[in-house]
């Protein structure tokens, strides 16, 4: 039997879940005690607020990470613009934040399930590293943000990489649950769940196999491409730009208000005569500056964090004596506003 579970978590969006669902329940009708469809959690068995005026749907189980089979996680509905509690990367890092991330890396490990996203889904598992280095689409509002997790963003409305089978757009959960029938129980299953809802899929699913094109529509951005190794960066600086350089020079304490809250970075900075050296400590993790460069009186670098997600960040910062400021920025999220001050 084909054991289809959809996650839901408190913010998701409606028809990401409920239309592979419905999907996947008349695909049953015609394969009688082959597929069973359950609505789960990473919690257990309860009500689950939509992010759709709140709507509410019964989840009936805990979600399996062993469970041979299907596991559709959806994406969150939410504001697409600012930065408060109740926008889609908040909605997405508080269900990150569950049991949920470690649940799917222990699925994606198994060799008899498939881990499907629609829309924003994609995202929740970027978020929690879980992407990295893996073809994917999402929203087309967040394709930026999907590259800056380290995800290959491929402008598709299906990508298929083995266990992995991520949706575009809201409506691509029809196209997502419709390609997953073919593939699982064969066309002609498709075929009549197309025919009952009167839908025919829209674009080709996009696979790593055959010939690659000579433009190929992969979107890599620079931000999902950081080199984090070496840590310097040799600019040729004019004697004029060294002094300049230099009031970048030491330690300093730095506060990113970001949308998930304040992020605490310590910030070492040195400038010698061809290059630029910096690291950034936040918790326990020490990260090496990438590409810093200095143009028009400002630092520019890029940092790669995991923590409170995976994600490629890019700065620019100017100081005023003893006092920095600046911006820290990921894909399409706001500019999180960047404030520091000299320690030594």
Same mark, same amino acid.
Request: aromatic share 4%; hydrophobic share 45%; proline share 5%.
């Given at each position: 039997?084909?054991?289809?579970?959809?996650?839901?978590?408190?913010?998701?969006?409606?028809?990401?879940?409920? =239309?592979?669902?419905?999907?996947?329940?008349?695909?049953?009708?015609?394969?009688?005690?082959?597929? $069973?469809?359950?609505?789960?959690?990473?919690?257990?068995?309860?009500?689950?607020?939509? +992010?759709?005026?709140?709507?509410?749907?019964?989840?009936?189980?805990?979600?399996?990470?062993?469970?041979? /089979?299907?596991?559709?996680?959806?994406?969150?509905?939410?504001?697409?613009? /600012?930065?408060?509690?109740?926008?889609?990367? =908040?909605?997405?890092?508080?269900?990150?934040?569950?049991?949920?991330?470690?649940?799917?890396?222990?699925?994606?490990?198994?060799?008899?399930?498939?881990?499907?996203?629609?829309?924003?889904?994609?995202?929740?598992? &970027?978020?929690?590293?879980?992407?990295?280095?893996?073809?994917?689409?999402?929203?087309?509002?967040?394709?930026?943000?999907?590259?800056?997790?380290? &995800?290959?963003?491929?402008?598709?409305?299906?990508?298929?990489?083995?266990?992995?089978?991520?949706?575009?757009?809201?409506? $691509?959960?029809?196209?997502?649950?419709?390609?997953?029938?073919?593939?699982?129980?064969?066309?002609?299953?498709?075929?009549?769940?197309?025919?009952?809802?009167?839908?025919?899929?829209? +674009?080709?699913?996009?696979?790593?196999?055959?010939?690659?094109? $000579?433009?190929?529509?992969?979107?890599?951005?620079?931000?999902?491409?950081?080199?984090?190794?070496?840590?310097?960066?040799?600019?040729?600086?004019?004697?004029?730009?060294?002094?300049?350089?230099?009031?970048?020079? +030491?330690?300093?304490?730095?506060?990113?208000?970001?949308?998930?809250?304040?992020?605490?970075?310590?910030?070492?900075?040195?400038?010698?005569?061809?290059?630029?050296?910096?690291?950034?400590?936040?918790?326990?993790?020490?990260?090496?500056?990438?590409?810093?460069?200095?143009?028009?009186?400002?630092?520019?670098?890029?940092?790669?964090?995991?923590?409170?997600?995976?994600?490629?960040?890019?700065?620019?910062?100017?100081?005023?004596?003893?006092?920095?400021?600046?911006?820290?920025?990921?894909?399409?999220?706001?500019?999180?506003?960047?404030? /520091?001050?000299?320690?030594?």
């Amino acid at each position: 039997m084909l054991t289809i579970q959809i996650v839901l978590f408190d913010g998701f969006d409606l028809l990401d879940a409920i =239309a592979p669902y419905e999907v996947f329940c008349a695909a049953a009708m015609h394969v009688e005690n082959e597929l $069973s469809v359950e609505l789960v959690t990473a919690e257990g068995a309860r009500s689950v607020a939509s +992010g759709i005026n709140g709507l509410r749907i019964e989840a009936t189980g805990r979600l399996n990470p062993d469970r041979a /089979g299907i596991i559709l996680v959806p994406g969150a509905s939410g504001d697409v613009t /600012g930065d408060g509690p109740q926008s889609i990367p =908040a909605i997405l890092n508080r269900a990150m934040q569950t049991e949920l991330t470690g649940l799917i890396r222990q699925a994606l490990v198994q060799k008899d399930i498939i881990v499907a996203t629609v829309c924003g889904g994609s995202m929740l598992l &970027a978020m929690g590293g879980l992407l990295e280095g893996r073809p994917a689409v999402t929203n087309h509002l967040g394709m930026d943000l999907l590259g800056a997790t380290g &995800a290959i963003p491929v402008w598709a409305r299906v990508v298929d990489d083995d266990n992995l089978v991520t949706g575009g757009g809201v409506t $691509s959960g029809l196209d997502v649950a419709l390609y997953l029938v073919e593939r699982e129980l064969g066309p002609q299953i498709a075929h009549a769940v197309e025919q009952l809802f009167e839908y025919e899929r829209r +674009g080709t699913v996009w696979r790593q196999t055959g010939m690659t094109p $000579s433009t190929p529509m992969v979107s890599t951005s620079e931000e999902s491409n950081i080199e984090v190794s070496p840590a310097t960066s040799t600019l040729g600086i004019m004697p004029n730009d060294i002094t300049q350089t230099s009031a970048f020079n +030491g330690d300093w304490d730095a506060t990113i208000a970001t949308p998930l809250g304040n992020m605490e970075v310590k910030l070492s900075i040195a400038v010698g005569s061809d290059k630029i050296m910096g690291t950034a400590v936040q918790g326990e993790e020490t990260i090496p500056f990438a590409n810093p460069v200095f143009i028009d009186n400002k630092l520019s670098w890029s940092l790669r964090i995991t923590k409170p997600m995976r994600l490629n960040l890019k700065f620019e910062v100017e100081v005023d004596g003893d006092r920095m400021t600046g911006i820290a920025k990921a894909g399409v999220l706001p500019s999180s506003k960047l404030t /520091g001050n000299r320690v030594s």
